[in-house]
C-alpha cells in the first residue's frame, strides 16, 4: 500500500481534519438518543414541561453540531479523495510516458486506459467512502453496545446473537464476489480493446465491409461484461436483504422483550427507546460497512493493477534524464 499513502500524504491535514469532524458528528449521535431518553422519562412521563424545554435545546444544539460535522465530513473528504485520485491518474501518465513500444504491448494500450481511468477511479470512490464510512463504525459500533448496555444489561444480550450473525454475512459474501469483480475488471480492459481497434481501423472496417462482424464481436464482450456483472451483483445485493431481516428481527425482540420490562418495572419507556435507537444505530454501521464491502473487492483488484504498472521498470531507460 506504499504507493497509495505516499499520494495521500500531502493532504494528511484534510484527513485529520474528516476524521475530527466524523469523531465528533459520531459521539453526537450516540448522545442524543439518550437526551431523547432523558426528556421521555424526567419530562414527559412526570409532566414536567421546564425539564422538556432545557434538554429540548440542549438536543436542538447537538443537532446543530452534527450538521456542521457532516458538513465539514463531506467538504474535506472530498477534497481529499479527489486530489488524491488526480494525483495517482498523473503518476499514472508520466509512468507511461517512459514506457518502450514493447512495454505498451506487455500490458496492452485497452488496459493502461482502463487502469488511468476505471481503476483510479474505483480508488478514489474507496477512499472517499472509506473516510466517510469505516472511520464512525467503531465509534458508533462500540459506542452503541455500551449505551446499550447503558439502558438495560438484559435487553443487550439481544446483541450476542444479532452482531456475530451479521458480521458472518458480510465476510462470507464479500469473500465470495472477490474474484468476480476481479474478472470485471479484466473484462472492462477487453471491452476497450474492441471498441479502440474498431475507432482506429474504422476505415479498413468500411472498406472490407466487416461492419457486421465487428458489431457482433462488440457484442460478445459486451454480454459477456453483462454475465459477470450481474453474478458478482448478485452475490452483492443479496447482503442487503438477509441483513434487513436480521435489523428488522432483532427491533421486533427488542420492543417484545422492552415491553416485558417496562411491565416488570425493569426499566422505563425512554430507556427502550434509546435502547432501539442504539440497536438500529450499531446495526445501521455494520450495513454501512457492508456497503463498504461491495466497493472493497473491485477496490483492491484495482490496487493491483495499478501497482503493476507504477512498480513496472521500463525495458528502455533514458541514462540522460536518470543522470539528471
Known amino acids: 500500500m506504499k504507493n497509495f499513502l505516499k499520494f495521500l500524504k500531502p493532504y494528511r491535514w484534510w484527513v485529520v481534519l474528516t476524521v475530527i469532524f466524523i469523531a465528533l458528528q459520531s459521539l453526537s449521535d450516540l448522545y442524543l438518543p439518550d437526551l431523547n431518553a432523558t426528556i421521555i422519562d424526567r419530562g414527559v412521563m412526570r409532566g414536567d414541561v421546564k425539564t422538556i424545554l432545557i434538554f429540548g435545546a440542549v438536543m436542538l444544539g447537538v443537532a446543530l453540531l452534527v450538521g456542521v460535522c457532516t458538513l465539514g465530513t463531506t467538504y474535506f473528504s472530498t477534497k481529499a479523495s479527489l486530489a488524491y485520485g488526480r494525483d495517482m491518474r498523473l503518476a499514472l501518465f508520466t509512468k507511461v510516458q517512459s514506457f518502450s513500444q ?38 458508533l459500533l462500540f459506542g452503541g453496545i455500551i449505551m446499550c448496555l447503558k439502558q438495560d444489561v438484559q435487553l443487550s444480550k439481544i446483541l450476542l446473537f444479532v452482531v456475530p450473525i451479521i458480521a458472518v454475512v458480510v465476510v462470507v459474501t464479500t469473500k465470495k464476489s472477490h474474484p468476480w469483480f476481479k474478472k470485471q475488471q479484466t473484462q472492462v480492459d477487453k471491452l476497450n480493446q474492441v471498441l479502440r481497434e474498431k475507432l482506429s481501423g474504422i476505415r479498413v472496417i468500411r472498406a472490407f465491409v466487416r461492419t457486421d462482424y465487428e458489431e457482433a464481436r ?24 438477509l441483513v434487513s431481516l436480521v435489523m428488522n428481527g432483532a427491533t421486533l425482540a427488542a420492543y417484545y422483550m422492552g415491553a416485558i420490562r417496562i411491565d416488570s418495572f425493569g426499566m422505563e419507556i425512554g430507556a427502550l427507546t434509546a435502547f432501539v435507537t442504539y440497536l438500529m444505530q450499531i446495526l445501521m454501521s455494520i450495513m454501512a460497512s457492508s456497503m463498504m464491502m461491495n466497493m472493497i473487492p473491485r477496490a483492491m483488484t484495482s490496487v493491483g493493477r495499478i501497482n503493476e504498472v507504477l512498480d513496472y521498470e521500463p525495458s528502455i531507460r533514458d541514462e540522460g534524464a536518470r543522470a539528471e
Open 218 to 241: 462488440y457484442d460478445r464482450e459486451n454480454q459477456e461484461m453483462l454475465k459477470i456483472a450481474v453474478h458478482a451483483h448478485k452475490l452483492m445485493t443479496a447482503l442487503m436483504p
Open 102 to 139: 514493447s512495454d505498451l504491448d506487455h500490458f496492452g494500450t485497452p488496459s493502461l486506459i482502463t487502469r488511468t481511468t476505471n481503476d483510479v477511479n474505483q480508488l478514489q470512490q474507496m477512499m472517499q467512502m472509506l473516510l466517510r464510512t469505516i472511520i464512525p463504525t467503531p465509534i
